[in-house]
């Protein structure tokens, strides 16, 4: 099974409410991914875990959280949605060697839409 | 500045034309990969190429490491290739996968 799975597919949220979605993988793989993806741009990544590192992005550090209980899930955590937070949530995951060495197919789920209001 | 570039923005075509899409990248790369979004938001992968000519279907993909490029070639299109087209690279400089701002294709009959 080479598929990433996110729940939910569609998420409504009020503004200033948590959100939490989440993603799994039984690929074993050791990164998994989380980027944000809006109409018109390229997806952003908002952090990754390369085993149980986590690595956010500085832009949006103070914006996300993340955990990984074990190497098949991983879950993106909103404390406080604001209505710019509306977007295609994307999970990725890829079989890697430490960051940078190269060769990673990345395999993406379907997506979460999250919709603040 | 952007790593990676892609070209044409957008792009309609008659049903049953050819399309060159472009992916140029302005930094060395580990992997490259062509990627379909469907128009509900998923991503789907289409090649995973690194480099070298890969073929699916009506699909090609060419990438050309020393030209810091990549192409995805799409023959006799179909109404159903429209969506949008993104290509991602990894770097070899130590960061993780980039994508290019997509090319938008319409196909119509």
């Known amino acids: 099974d080479t598929t990433v799975k996110q729940n939910p597919r569609y998420k409504l949220a009020r503004v200033g409410k948590p959100v939490n979605l989440i993603c799994s993988q039984t690929m074993n793989h050791d990164t998994m991914y989380w980027y944000q ?5 390229a997806p952003k990544l908002l952090l990754f875990y390369y085993d149980k590192i986590l690595n956010r992005e500085a ?7 993340s955990s990984r209980p074990n ?3 991983c879950s993106l955590y909103i404390g406080s949605a604001g209505l710019e937070y509306s977007a295609m949530y994307l ?4 079989r890697d060697p430490p960051p940078g060495a190269g060769n990673t ?4 789920g379907k ?3 999250l919709t603040v209001v | 500045g952007q790593q990676v570039q892609q070209s044409p923005a957008s792009l309609v075509l008659q049903e049953g034309e050819n399309a060159e899409l472009q992916c140029n990248f302005s930094t060395s790369l580990n992997s490259m990969q062509w990627f379909y979004q469907r128009p509900g938001g998923s991503l789907v992968s289409l090649f995973y190429n690194p480099s070298g000519t890969k073929h699916s279907g009506r699909l090609t993909s060419t990438t050309v490491i020393k030209e810091r490029r990549s192409s995805l070639h799409i023959s006799s299109s179909q109404t159903t290739d429209s969506g949008t087209y993104l290509c991602a690279l990894e770097p070899n400089s130590g960061t993780y996968q980039r994508f290019g701002t997509g090319t938008k294709l319409q196909v119509v009959p």
């Open chain 1, 37 to 41: 993806k809006k109409p018109n741009q």
């Open chain 1, 59 to 65: 832009d949006t550090f103070e914006k996300f959280q």
């Open chain 1, 71 to 73: 190497n098949s899930f």
């Open chain 1, 91 to 94: 999970c990725a995951s890829s």
């Open chain 1, 105 to 108: 197919e990345v395999f993406f």
């Open chain 1, 111 to 113: 997506g979460t839409r």
